[in-house]
């Protein structure tokens, strides 16, 4: 049988199990949460490894681009509402028999003072989750664009410099701006689906997990899909060039800004949705998701999944993040209590740091190429080549 | 702020000008194929200072762009700065009171001590091994957490020196030990791509260095009693202090500078350590051979040095710098295993303001870098926005730097 295809088969057997698990495992609401959560990660594992695994740029900002995402849909959710009467008072947008009211920034609430000027029964929505949502793409794309730009003359070190110092610099504005975005204390967002929704004749209220899992899930493969079709078209090539030897890439006519500034682009937007879906289905946001931690985390599950590669490190970050999660529970050996909250980020630094000294390649990308075949070549080369030595010793 | 208004348009001026400067300056230069290395620095300072009034004789002339196209034009950016402040808040303490201006400066320049040094070892390491110890902040924290277990937990009454000499011990070990396993690796070729391996490879130490600290100790914050207690002083005279008055809390010159003595002791340390790195680096035989080093590995391995050998000596030798310095500001601020990440942005910022692999930059930019964070703390209005920007005001400076001046104060051209 064509290994190929065989392989395909298998990739279809684990789409299908995903797509069916929550049949399974309905009455677990917290793997449900895990897994969510997990695909999450894989999502920002996996645009991180497009980014620093083939394009070579080794950003510590992509959470900052998550986080811009996510805040983008929380404002969005937080200052916009939908009116059947003109308030009057709010700048707003007249929509057929609907009004777009924009709640002011600061001060008064102006909809508080609409609601002398507007009929009784005038009904106040706030909008579903999807427009916040594709702005924060947008924002993120805009952000990834001005970063991709500014960084353009600067390399290795002095890059991972500046995008920790712009992670920074975004995580204590958000920290600071009380006013719009709740400081420390976190913005509320509405849940995917506030009012639930109908799927096949079921219905699934807003705290159901099944929903925002479908929702990941999709938001999930198909970020998958566009990443890998990049990363095997002529896109990918160029960047992995611009990776190896920028020199010599733009001497054979690879255009360097403007595939650095792509890449930028596309994961920064990737990361803004896997953002403003992850904060919408959460229900806050909190300045905590730039700590270090968060970004150290998602750069371990790339590397230990493989940094070169986009399956290993989404299997990577999925396989982690539920190794995370089962890690939790403390023990106690005599005297001492092992807290392994702490622990457990203990071995997966230690873990971190073994994979890139003895395993380039990462845990998870050596297994996937066993079963691609994909070394078959450097294999024939190396046995060729071994032929031929021996060949020349059997002649000496 | 009673005129908000002022102080934002001189900053709209400083940033639209400068940017304007920044962008369109090179590009004139390079069109009359004249040097465009500094045009964009000098263009951005340039355009901040004197706006289109300024920029347009600079493009039209396009004189030879010295040193002093960047010098004079960021004294006035300052003045400008500086009086639009006064202008926009004049009754806030940094423009009313001079004693309280006095103190900032000082005491900023007292940490900036510190934070020099500290920064020192960054740029050690990086001049030497070529890389930035992205885990610099957890040496620093490892010192200080030294100290306090050394001095207050193990051996109470332990003098707090013996303490920061086991301080240095440890953070020199571990940086020495983590070097062999794991920096060694880069330069026999057993890694592909080096310099994204050692990024990522400290940086995994940092974590790893935190959370296991954070696991061993728990996350109370531990505090470390002044390690001196200085006699009182008064000069001249005991009921007229107007020279120097010292008490076992604080240090007080001209009845106007007040430093608190922790940081004074810490700052006294810091520069004590200095001098005798300075020796170290300059007269004794194993300091020239890691400068020889630095300059050209190939030809100092030539003359005999071992540069595996020195790599090793300078990463621990960086780490525990950082490990000094975490030492001395124990007994300042109240130590938690999180104490590191600040220090270590801070050491960034400095690194790149100074010139990476600068020694005398380094101690500069620390200056700097305290000079700027005790003006940010002491003179924005509404505190608590302030205290949460400080953060941002040092990673907005390695920003600029990193855009404008790659190569920072006294960098070698890249």
């Known amino acids: 049988m064509n290994r190929t295809k065989w392989l395909w088969g298998l990739a279809a057997a684990v789409g299908l199990l995903l797509i069916a698990a929550p049949a399974l495992l309905e009455s677990y609401p917290y793997i449900m949460h895990i897994a969510i959560v997990a695909f999450f990660y894989a999502i920002l594992a996996s645009s991180w490894s497009l980014l620093a695994g083939y394009a070579g740029q080794f950003s510590f900002g992509h959470m900052a681009f998550m986080a811009i995402g996510a805040y983008t849909a929380g404002i969005f959710g937080k200052y916009v509402r939908l009116t059947t009467a003109p308030t009057g008072v709010c700048s707003e947008i007249p929509m057929g028999n609907h009004w777009l009211v924009l709640v002011n920034f600061f001060g008064d609430n102006c909809l508080e003072l609409g609601k002398a000027n507007m009929p009784v029964g005038t009904l106040i929505y706030r909008l579903p989750a999807l427009p916040g949502i594709i702005l924060g793409i947008i924002m993120g794309g805009i952000f990834g664009l001005l970063v991709g730009v500014l960084v353009l003359r600067l390399r290795r070190t002095y890059l991972a410099l500046f995008t920790i110092g712009f992670s920074e610099i975004v995580r204590v504005t958000f920290n600071a701006e009380i006013d719009i975005t709740n400081g420390p204390n976190g913005l509320e967002l509405a849940p995917l689906f506030p009012n639930g929704v109908h799927l096949f004749g079921f219905y699934f209220n807003s705290a159901n997990k099944i929903p925002p899992y479908y929702v990941m899930l999709m938001l999930f493969l198909v970020s998958m899909a566009v990443m890998y079709w990049l990363s095997i078209s002529r896109f990918g090539l160029f960047i992995r060039s611009i990776r190896e030897d920028e020199e010599a890439a733009a001497a054979l006519g690879v255009h360097i800004v403007r595939y650095k500034v792509l890449v930028f682009v596309v994961t920064s937007m990737i990361a803004a949705a896997a953002g403003a879906v992850e904060a919408h289905y959460i229900g806050v946001i909190t300045p905590n998701i730039l700590l270090i931690l968060q970004m150290s985390l998602v750069i371990s599950m790339a590397v ?13 970050a999925i396989i982690i993040e539920f190794a995370l999660e089962f ?26 740091m073994l994979t890139l000294r003895f395993w380039t390649n990462g845990l998870i990308y050596p297994i996937i190429q066993r079963l691609t075949r994909s070394g078959v070549a450097e294999e024939t080369v190396a046995m060729r080549q071994a032929a031929v030595e021996g060949a020349v010793e059997g002649q000496g | 702020m009673e005129h908000a208004s002022y102080f934002f348009l001189a900053l709209l001026w400083i940033v639209g000008w400068g940017t304007v400067g920044a962008v369109v300056t090179p590009r004139i230069y390079g069109r009359k194929d004249l040097d465009v290395s500094q045009a964009s620095l000098a263009g951005a300072a340039t355009g901040a200072a004197g706006g289109p009034f300024a920029l347009l004789p600079l493009w039209y002339l396009t004189p030879e762009l010295t040193w002093k196209w960047v010098a004079i034009p ?8 500086a009086g639009s402040f006064a202008a926009a808040d004049p009754n806030n303490l940094c423009v009313t009171n001079s004693g309280f201006v006095a103190t900032q400066l000082v005491n900023g320049l007292v940490i900036g001590t510190i934070y020099g040094l500290m920064a020192l070892g960054l740029t050690l390491i990086f001049s030497i091994l070529g890389v930035v110890s992205f885990a610099h902040g957890e040496f620093y924290m490892l010192g200080g957490m030294a100290v306090f277990y050394l001095t207050d937990v193990w051996f109470p009454g332990l003098h707090p020196l013996v303490g920061v000499l086991g301080a240095a011990v440890l953070t020199f070990v571990i940086g020495v030990i983590f070097e062999r396993l794991f920096l060694r690796a880069m330069n026999t070729g057993q890694v592909e791509r080096p310099g994204e391996y050692a990024i990522l490879v400290t940086f995994g130490l940092g974590f790893f260095l935190q959370y296991l600290t954070l696991a061993l100790v728990g996350a109370n914050p531990k505090k470390v009693p002044r390690f001196f207690e200085y006699p009182t002083i008064s000069l001249p005279s005991a009921d007229n202090p107007t020279l120097l008055k010292v008490t076992a809390g604080t240090i007080k010159m001209f009845n106007l500078i007040s430093i608190p003595s922790p940081r004074f002791t810490a700052a006294l340390i810091a520069l004590i350590l200095l001098v005798l790195l300075m020796w170290f680096l300059y007269y004794t035989w194993i300091g020239k051979a890691l400068r020889a080093v630095s300059q050209d590995r190939q030809a100092a391995a030539v003359t005999g040095i071992n540069p595996d050998t020195m790599n090793t000596l300078a990463f621990g030798l960086g780490t525990m710098l950082a490990g000094l310095s975490g030492a001395s500001l124990v007994q300042v601020f109240s130590w938690v295993p999180w104490v590191g990440i600040p220090a270590s942005a801070r050491s960034f910022v400095i690194i790149v303001l100074g010139g990476m692999g600068s020694l005398p930059g380094a101690f500069i930019g620390g200056l700097i870098v305290g000079l700027v964070e005790a003006a940010g703390a002491g003179c924005v209005p509404d505190p608590q926005r302030a205290a949460s920007y400080i953060p941002a005001y040092g990673m907005l400076i390695l920003t600029l730097v990193l855009l404008l001046k790659p190569t920072g104060l006294f960098g070698r051209e890249l």
């Open chain 2, 74 to 81: 960021s004294i006035v950016i300052v003045i400008i700065f």
């Open chain 1, 304 to 316: 230990i999944g493989g940094l070169e590669s986009l399956v290993g490190a989404a299997i990577g």
């Open chain 1, 327 to 352: 890690l939790r529970t403390s023990f106690t050996i005599g005297p001492i209590v092992v807290d392994m909250t702490t622990w457990r980020l203990v071995f997966f630094g230690l873990l971190l």
